[in-house]
């Protein structure tokens, strides 16, 4: 059984594990902002007071981190070398921690606590399920399993009215792999199981979101778009209260979506 939890941007699996999946944290973003002339004060406790809820809630076997669990690249912030260490810590308390690392997760095994285990960046297969990040290829193995989780785009729909105000909502994004992209790819694969593909949404929302009703492969991060081999116009969009919102391709064709220029 897969299902987000309600109004939040994490993720409940469970088949014989029950697993806590979140995705994009970005501790130490707040360092860059600052460096951007935007001074905000560290929001590492409130994210880890967010997590533990999550955790209380759910009372998970493992807790997956779906890559990005620092933000700055490539070198760590001192606010990073203090807050990341600290925050496993808390979270590994309550459970073990897979870290499937992102590619802001630069030098992350130097800031890892015991019950924290770091896998390749191409991702792994727990209980059935396949998570990678997806900033890289995934591994041949999360092709047999029934669902792939992946995050790294922070996917969000924005709404834009006739006076041209637009408003942007993380969401869920449900789709699968196309075939033949993925067979080009691997050449190796024998069978072809289809597995369901689920694009997380950002925890951090500092991190902002990039509108899949306003964009094309290219514009998305990542091999697997860049290469036309995750299904897009089809793929489902759902805000975080549940709320289906339709297809991304007939997003696209409502008074919601901007048409942009491709240079903007």
């Not at 727990?126 to 029934?146: C, K, M, N, Q, R």
């Not at 449900?174 to 080009?184: L, S, V, Y």
Request: hydrophobic share 40%.
């Amino acid at each position: 059984m897969i299902s987000p939890l309600l109004n939040e941007p994490a993720l409940v699996v469970e088949n014989s594990l029950k697993v806590l999946v979140v995705a994009d944290v970005h501790l130490g973003i707040e360092w860059e902002l600052y460096h951007r002339g935007i001074s905000i004060p560290s929001q590492v406790e409130k994210r880890k007071k967010r997590i533990c809820e999550y955790v209380r809630k759910v009372r998970p076997e493992r807790i997956v981190l779906l890559g990005d669990i620092k933000h700055n690249v490539p070198r760590t912030s001192w606010q990073e070398k203090r807050e990341v260490p600290e925050f496993l810590t808390e979270l590994s308390s309550s459970a073990h921690v897979e870290i499937v690392p992102g590619n802001h997760d630069s030098d992350i095994e130097e800031l890892i606590p015991e019950n924290v285990t770091v896998h390749g960046m191409r991702g792994l297969v727990l209980d059935g399920v396949g998570y990678f990040h997806g900033h890289t290829w995934p591994d041949i193995e999360l092709l047999s399993a029934s669902h792939v989780v992946m995050s790294h785009n922070h996917p969000a729909i924005r709404f834009t009215d006739p006076l041209g105000h637009g408003v942007s909502e993380p969401v869920w994004i449900r789709t699968h792999f196309i075939e033949n992209a993925i067979k080009e790819h691997y050449s190796e694969l024998d069978e072809w199981k289809d597995p369901e593909v689920i694009i997380m949404p950002a925890f951090n929302e500092l991190c902002g979101g990039i509108p899949f009703n306003e964009s094309i492969h290219e514009e998305l991060l990542g091999p697997v778009f860049a290469n036309h081999a995750v299904e897009l116009e089809n793929a489902r969009a759902y805000l975080l209260d549940g709320t289906d919102l339709g297809t991304v391709g007939r997003l696209k064709k409502l008074g919601i979506t901007r048409v942009r220029r491709r240079s903007e």
